[in-house]
């Protein structure tokens, strides 16, 4: 009791301290998950179409994932200029802001094709019966040119209004960009997928989508007048890379778990959203422990619970309100579209079981991550984001199963 009573007294502090803030975090949050379940509805009506082309679910968490990594990423440097009182719009390619959101594109478009060859390389060890690699860069390339428009112009535009409204912009960056992510993505992605039906066109669109994508990766890496764009990009691509072979493996999970996900389909509506409130509440941490050390709030060196203990307790209070909001949120969407399911409770308590199993081990990525980073004399924007939000996949994906089967609900 003395322990929930000093809990509830710093919460309360932090508050006060900061209501516009928190308000705004869980505001973020709360659309995330809107847009998380619009994402997982998207996976449930796609289910014929992850049967028809086996070895695409391998893809889809990584797929989705490296977008919401590269611009959660961006929002995060943002985050901080913004705290530096550095942060200003231009369209001029040669300001800071311009070589952030040039590096996002670049980023956005080399990743897709480096993931489609992974993918494909996954699948096919792992014994899954497989797509061509072909069918895999269209999808991952050609899905991929919507979402960087949309969330790109959500993530500035989240920035923007942060600056105007007085919004610590790195409570609501992270879980704005991830969930317009996820929910652009996939519709996206499942759009790409009548592009690989057959034909001639499929090859040809595959060699284009290949020449961009490499062009992309060579022009970041050696583009010596734009140091700031060439700095991310050196930085981010190894971490990207990583992370979304770990998101790989979590869709190796759900594909391994598909027919128990087919058996419940409600179920398909909980995983999107899952994965993507546990990377988000993770990125708070992450972004928050980022600014901290660029201001010189933290001492690198130490690992002290102490020095982030406000955060944390943030983290977990709006964990605990927003994962149980998601699991009532999925039992009313299963049943307004009569998907078939297990008792209500016991949605509830696999969505909120399963989330703070997520987000206690993303937590601790997220903060050691940042510390490691920052050792290093690196960036922490460019990989507190990517790595939390890789680890929350492959982390969600087992917590999800881990409940289920603790719950008895699988197939």
């Not at 700031?228 to 391994?256: D, K, N, W, Y």
């Not at 507190?384 to 409940?403: E, Y």
């Amino acid at each position: 009791m003395r322990l929930l009573r000093r809990t509830l007294a710093r919460f309360v502090a932090l508050v006060r301290a900061d209501a516009a803030g928190v308000r705004a975090g869980f505001v973020a949050l709360v659309v995330s998950t809107i847009t998380g379940l619009i994402a997982g509805i998207t996976l449930g009506k796609i289910e014929g179409t992850l049967a028809d082309l086996p070895g695409l679910l391998v893809l889809v968490p990584a797929a989705v994932g490296m977008r919401g990594n590269v611009f959660g990423a961006l929002g995060s440097r943002l985050g901080t200029s913004v705290h530096a009182g550095t942060f200003r719009l231009s369209r001029r390619l040669d300001t800071e802001v311009g070589q952030n959101l040039a590096s996002a594109v670049l980023l956005s478009m080399s990743l897709a094709w480096i993931l489609a060859i992974a993918a494909k390389g996954i699948a096919a060890a792992t014994g899954h019966g497989t797509i061509s690699v072909v069918d895999y860069v269209v999808i991952s390339v050609v899905g991929g040119l919507i979402p960087i428009a949309v969330v790109m112009a959500i993530t500035v535009g989240v920035t923007a209004a942060g600056v105007r409204r007085g919004w610590d912009v790195d409570n609501v960056a992270a879980p704005v960009v991830t969930a317009a992510a996820d929910s652009v993505t996939l519709p996206s992605l499942w759009l790409a997928t009548h592009l690989v039906r057959g034909g001639a066109l499929t090859p040809a669109l595959a060699v284009v989508c290949t020449l961009v994508s490499v062009a992309s990766l060579v022009v970041g890496l050696r583009a010596k007048a734009l140091p700031t764009l060439r700095r991310i990009v050196q930085e981010s691509v190894p971490v990207l890379v990583a992370s979304g072979v770990i998101s790989m493996f979590a869709g190796l999970i759900l594909q391994g778990r598909f027919d128990s996900l087919r058996h419940y389909a409600v179920l398909f509506v909980l995983v999107p959203p899952l994965l993507s409130l546990s990377g988000s509440l993770a990125g708070i941490l992450s972004s928050r422990v980022a600014s901290k050390l660029h201001l010189g709030l933290l001492d690198p060196r130490r690992v002290s619970l102490s020095a982030i203990s406000e955060d944390l307790v943030l983290v977990y209070v709006l964990s605990t309100a927003i994962f149980t909001i998601l699991g009532v949120a999925t039992v009313g969407v299963g049943a307004l579209m009569s998907l078939g399911g297990p008792a209500a409770g016991s949605v509830v308590a696999a969505a909120l079981l399963a989330g703070l199993l997520a987000t206690t081990l993303t937590v601790v990525v997220g903060y050691l991550s940042a510390l490691a980073t920052y050792r290093l004399e690196l960036d922490p924007d460019n990989f507190g984001i990517p790595v939390t939000a890789a680890c929350s996949d492959l982390l969600g994906a087992i917590a999800l199963m881990l409940a289920l089967v603790a719950l008895g609900l699988t197939a």
